[in-house]
């Protein structure tokens, strides 16, 4: 009978191990789109839709750790090109979750809310070294 509760208590500390071990290498990191994308952890790939008044954003994720990213409630820049102008304005009722604990890539789709806006084509984010790239595949920014 103690052999028994030798084993139990043997294989519940082997589970508990296994759980704090999976937990720590799990830990959620939540961050903002704007800081992921500057950290190289994340490509951004941004569709005009509806004639400039929504964008699709889609996030790919560069690497195997789980990451939550947000774009928060309210209106927010998002930076389009290199030159300090190039600009537009996203409007969220809520803050726009994007879950990549499980996933290598997600789409959202978010309101324009500026007068200048990505009316069609697409915009491709990415960072080497600090520094972001803009591939503008067919992309047309204007005033609507």
Same mark, same amino acid.
């Given at each position: #009978?103690?052999? %028994?509760?030798? &084993? !139990? =208590? &043997? %294989?519940c500390g082997i589970l508990l191990l296994g759980n %704090? =071990? &999976?937990? /720590?290498?799990? +830990?959620? /990191?939540?961050k903002d789109i704007k800081t992921a994308l500057? $950290?190289?952890?994340?490509?951004?790939?941004? !569709?005009?839709l509806e004639d400039g008044?929504?964008?699709s954003i889609k996030v790919d994720k560069k690497n195997e750790k789980p990451l939550v990213l947000y774009i928060p409630k309210g209106t927010s820049e998002l930076k %389009?090109? $290199?030159?300090e102008f190039q600009k537009i304005q996203l409007s969220t009722q809520q803050e726009v979750k994007i879950d990549l604990s499980k996933? #290598? +890539? /997600? !789409?959202v789709i978010v309101i324009q809310s500026s007068k200048q806006k990505l009316i069609k084509g697409s915009i491709i984010m990415d960072s080497n070294s600090g520094s972001i790239s803009y591939d503008f595949q067919n992309a047309m920014v204007g005033v609507k």
């Amino acid at each position: #009978m103690k052999s %028994i509760k030798v &084993f !139990t =208590a &043997f %294989i519940c500390g082997i589970l508990l191990l296994g759980n %704090i =071990a &999976f937990s /720590q290498n799990h +830990t959620e /990191q939540k961050k903002d789109i704007k800081t992921a994308l500057s $950290s190289g952890e994340i490509k951004l790939i941004i !569709t005009g839709l509806e004639d400039g008044m929504k964008l699709s954003i889609k996030v790919d994720k560069k690497n195997e750790k789980p990451l939550v990213l947000y774009i928060p409630k309210g209106t927010s820049e998002l930076k %389009i090109g $290199s030159s300090e102008f190039q600009k537009i304005q996203l409007s969220t009722q809520q803050e726009v979750k994007i879950d990549l604990s499980k996933l #290598m +890539t /997600q !789409t959202v789709i978010v309101i324009q809310s500026s007068k200048q806006k990505l009316i069609k084509g697409s915009i491709i984010m990415d960072s080497n070294s600090g520094s972001i790239s803009y591939d503008f595949q067919n992309a047309m920014v204007g005033v609507k």
